[in-house]
């Protein structure tokens, strides 16, 4: 049957170098059965762990696949200052980076899966210069890896809404085209009037009943004042649970009262934020959000593209950079960082994995390593990467 796999020798999640190795069946799709020594059903196939650490498979919760330039000649960056820099930047070289964009999305994604991630939600720029030239390279890379990966596309406003007439149409057209969610883009400091911006975004997700997910990087009051926008607007047309703040760096760059009250409107709400361990900017207060029930998870951002050239598809990789950005040094804080990119991301995609116990998905990832800890410091490649009880990529490369 589809999705059966019996999984040899690993160390589930808490898994010190004195827990005992045990099996994991997998019945359709499914964790069936933990435990040592487990029989071999007839005609299930066997995949050997090794003897290493057991986790729920990454789950990246904010990529930009669409603007991707992993595999190709390395390029220095060349953007002036500011976001505006970074937008021209892109329009004025993406259309020539050699290969399109399913293309590099492709293998993007492709890479990411063979890291250990099962679901992906990836924006994809709709705009007047690209049409929806993007946002169809993702949903071709979606395509392709349909039987490894689950992906949700956002459609995304990188240059705003309001600033070039059309681009609202744009992104209803989008919509209709395969998004499966609407995105936005610092209503008030990029496109200068949160109202109208919000209007639009919330409007699309009205008409096609779809999720949101708003990138909101404007600081201090103004960002904690859209952070209420947002939180009124999910109220007003009952979306608790369906939307997602991209970065809320807000929740840093307020005082500590603001951010409690911050915090408990997006639990009260049930927002969920992502966060992509910023190097330029305060981390978010990862466990004040935890502790008040606010799905949180990890991205990558983009990856090495014409806005950055970090990243390289690799969600271990990013969650050390979540540790070290946090000046993390116990197992226990290193541990909250995986499960933010495991459990936490499974979370706010809504989507299945992030347990490990019988009746679970088997969305599952083995790492080599003696803890989770030591897992997240050596990043090895991968042994095993598992979706709907699959083996869909094996020591680093995926499977055919
Ligand atoms: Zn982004």
């Not at 040592?36 to 990529?63: E, K, N, T, W």
């Not at 990789?317 to 197992?331: E, M, S, V």
């Amino acid at each position: 049957m589809t999705g059966d796999l019996l999984i040899r020798s690993v160390r589930p999640w808490p898994s010190g170098p004195d827990v005992p190795e045990v099996d994991v069946l997998c019945r359709g799709g499914v964790i069936a059965e933990v435990g040592a020594g487990l029989p071999a059903p007839d005609g299930v196939p066997v995949a050997d762990g090794g003897g290493g650490v057991l986790l729920p498979a990454f789950v990246d919760s904010h990529a930009h696949l669409d603007s991707t330039r992993l595999g190709l000649p390395f390029r220095p960056h060349s953007a002036s200052a500011g976001l505006a820099g970074l937008v021209e930047n892109d329009r004025r070289n993406w259309r020539d980076a050699g290969l399109s964009v399913t293309e590099r999305a492709t293998h993007t994604l492709g890479s990411t899966i063979a890291a250990g991630a099962t679901m992906v939600r990836s924006h994809a720029q709709v705009d007047l210069d690209s049409g929806l030239e993007r946002l169809e390279g993702v949903l071709a890379a979606r395509a392709e890896h349909a039987a490894r990966a689950h992906v949700q596309v956002v459609a995304f406003p990188q240059v705003g809404i309001l600033r070039e007439k059309g681009t609202a149409e744009l992104l209803d057209a989008a919509m209709r085209a395969g998004a499966d969610l609407v995105g936005g883009l610092d209503p008030a400091g990029y496109d200068r009037d949160p109202v109208g911006h919000l209007d639009v975004v919330f409007g699309l997700a009205e008409k096609y009943q779809r999720g949101v997910d708003v990138h909101l990087h404007d600081a201090g009051s103004l960002g904690a004042f859209q952070l209420e926008l947002i939180c009124e607007r999910v109220a007003a047309l009952d979306m608790r649970g369906r939307v997602t703040i991209s970065h809320c760096f807000a929740l840093s760059t307020v005082d500590a009262e603001r951010q409690r009250e911050l915090i408990d409107l997006l639990a009260e709400h049930d927002v969920a934020v992502t966060t992509v361990a910023p190097g330029a900017r305060e981390p978010l207060p990862l466990r004040e959000l935890r502790w008040a029930g606010v799905r949180l998870g990890l991205g990558q951002d983009g990856i090495r593209d014409y806005w950055s050239p970090y990243g390289n598809g690799d969600m271990l990789d990013r969650t050390w950079q979540l540790a070290y950005r946090n000046g993390f040094r116990k197992d226990a804080d290193v541990e909250m960082c995986v499960d933010i990119a495991t459990r936490g991301g499974a979370a706010v995609l809504d989507g299945p994995g992030g347990g490990l116990v019988e009746g679970d998905p088997a969305e599952l990832v083995v790492v080599p390593g003696d803890s989770v800890t030591a897992a997240v410091m050596d990043r090895a490649p991968r042994t095993l990467v598992v979706h709907e009880g699959r083996v869909v990529a094996e020591r680093g490369v995926l499977a055919e």
